[in-house]
């Protein structure tokens, strides 16, 4: 066998029956994979019921059961030793792949193309990017051009990660046991993030490539895990805090262009990061002027709510720093009344736009 493709679940009927069946229809078998089920104390008896079902009609498909809850760390490390095959292919079971993309991850692996790689992850709800990867910048780690177009360039672009996203990848298993899996000491959330970033460390190549891709749900798979991430966000950044690049300015830079870099903005903080004025003045940015609004731990900015009129009929260009650029994106009536052209919205993902082109 030369693919195992591992899933670690604890989800409703509908969930896991849309995906087992979209997963039987989008990768062709014979002989090529094999599908590695675990369910992590999963007490949906319908779900069960549907998954040893499965095992009985197909013979590469695979189920096991974990008595007690142990987490997406122990649940995919206990699937991984049952598996065959010679390389991994992580799905998390709220991830729907397209037709082929597990047969693209794999031929990247075994063509040598990359030690670690992540297909494009989209939402479903609105065609937008998910995630192609990890960067980070001051203990952060956000997907890499979440909220982008799916034709945009920068998102058809192959390319290295510092971390990628576990939820659809793949690699050697003699890869993944040579960094000894994933550390159970994360219950569900950073072990994958830490394993891809040892394998960078260690002079590997972690690869985002866009032509495998899939929709994902987000947040399916690990539903049911009540343990709190704020522990395990401790753990992981207390260990890679001195050892990680920060990298947004990398993502930001291709995308300020020379027009751009002409003009000196005003500055209105939207963002609750704290790194911000070393990535503006890494980019070379100039500013007339900043201020932070009260709403930038919010979700939904409202500029009514956070700005004088006087805002409106400001003469210089503004530029918005968000967390994500989609907060902001509520305020057309605002945007047409300012109209301005050169004002613009960078966020921590990696994403430049237009204020016009927001509304």
Known sequence: MKNSIIISLDNDYFLVNNFVENLLMCTSFENKHEIIVVSDS?????????????????????????????GYSVANNYAVSKASGEILTFLNSDVFPQKGSID????????????????????????????????????MAPHVYQGKKVDDPLVLQEGARQALTTAFLAMKKSTFLQYEGFDECYYNAYEGRELTLKICNSGGLCLYTPKAI??????????????????QKGIFWSRWNTKIKCDLKDYLRPQFTLEMQKHSYFIINCSYLIGWDK??????????DMIEIKDRFGTNINMY???????????????????????????????????????????????????????
């Open 42 to 70: 999963c007490k949906n008896v319908e779900t069960l019921s549907y998954l040893q079902n499965i095992q009985k009609k197909y013979s590469f498909f695979h189920f096991y059961e974990l008595p007690e809850k142990k």
């Open 214 to 231: 899939a929709f994902h749900c987000m947040g399916g798979t690990r539903k049911f895990i009540s343990k709190n991430e704020s522990q």
């Open 104 to 139: 693209i991850l794999v031929d990247h692996i075994e063509n040598g193309l990359a030690d670690a790689v992540q297909g494009l992850l989209i939402f479903p709800q609105n065609g937008k990017v998910q995630s192609t990867g990890h960067l980070f910048i001051e203990s």
């Open 305 to 359: 709510y956070n700005l004088p009129y006087s805002a409106i009929a400001y003469n210089g260009p503004y530029l918005f720093l968000t967390n994500k650029i989609d907060e902001i994106r509520s305020n057309r009536n605002w945007i047409e009344l300012r109209n301005n052209p050169l004002d613009l919205a960078m966020d921590v993902h990696g994403n430049i736009e237009r204020l016009s082109n927001l509304i």
């Open 279 to 288: 990535v503006l003045q890494e980019l070379n940015i100039s500013a007339s």
